[in-house]
């Protein structure tokens, strides 16, 4: 079964250092998504993203994220300068469709831990 | 506001009891409405949606959930419980704008499903 696969599992990096989160999409998947989830607390969407543009951001989604589809089977999350607040459970998911009609549902990867000391 | 309630953060169950996790929420217009169970050390695995239609809606693992407008609710539920039903589980609403919905998911915080034998 086709699946939404994140790289890697855990990433600890310094405070004030950029990351790169990596994820692969399902391969027909046109839509694509990152969520995060602080510990202990709610799935909080970051940005959609769609025909190699942004499609949609939440508030969270400031100066300091960026996405990028590099290549056309990578989906990256890059967080420039990361903050303590950064650390948590980052989420890449991916749907055939956006919002309207079937197949709209997202299927998501098995996140990526981001700890920053 | 927008929001999603999970009113419950764990629920224990008899295996082989009758299961409900319960979900309500709130959105202007027509809802979509999903549930997504996470395993330990893994991503969020769609279950099931309501779009339109039957109030009914089955899903993957014998889950189904009911659709209540009157209630704003979208209950899960499985007759039978099994242990390797025990996991998180989710329920999420699409956002909408005034456009209509959008690709966002708006997440409860959870619910612990925990069974036991």
């Known amino acids: 079964e086709p699946e939404v696969t994140q790289t890697p599992s855990h990433q600890v990096t310094q405070m004030g250092q950029e990351v790169i989160l990596r994820c692969v999409p399902i391969s027909n998947h046109l839509y694509f998504y990152w969520y995060r989830q602080i510990l202990g607390q709610k799935v909080e969407f970051l940005v959609s993203f769609y025909n190699n543009e942004i499609s949609e951001k939440s508030e969270i989604f400031d100066d300091q994220f960026s996405v990028e589809r590099p290549d056309g089977s990578n989906f990256t999350l890059k967080i420039r300068s990361t903050k303590l607040e950064d650390s948590a459970m980052y989420f890449c998911a991916s749907s055939y469709r956006g919002f309207l009609g079937m197949n709209t549902e997202a299927f998501f990867g098995q996140g990526t831990r981001l700890t920053v000391v | 506001a927008q929001s999603v309630a999970q009113p419950e953060d764990q629920v224990n169950v008899a295996e082989g009891n009758p299961l409900t996790v319960k979900c309500t929420y709130s959105?202007?217009?027509?809802?979509?409405l999903f549930w997504y169970v996470q395993y330990p050390n893994r991503g969020l695995q769609f279950l099931l949606k309501?779009?339109?239609?039957?109030?009914l809606v089955k899903g993957s693992y014998g889950f189904e959930a009911e659709f209540n407008k009157s209630q704003t609710s979208f209950h899960l539920k499985k007759p039978s419980a099994l242990v390797s039903d025990s996991a998180l589980y989710f329920c999420a609403v699409r956002a909408r704008n005034y456009g209509g919905a959008t690709n966002k998911l708006i997440f409860g915080t959870g619910t612990l499903l925990a069974i036991q034998p």
């Open positions: 309501y779009i339109t239609g039957d109030n």
């Open positions: 959105v202007s217009g027509n809802p979509y």
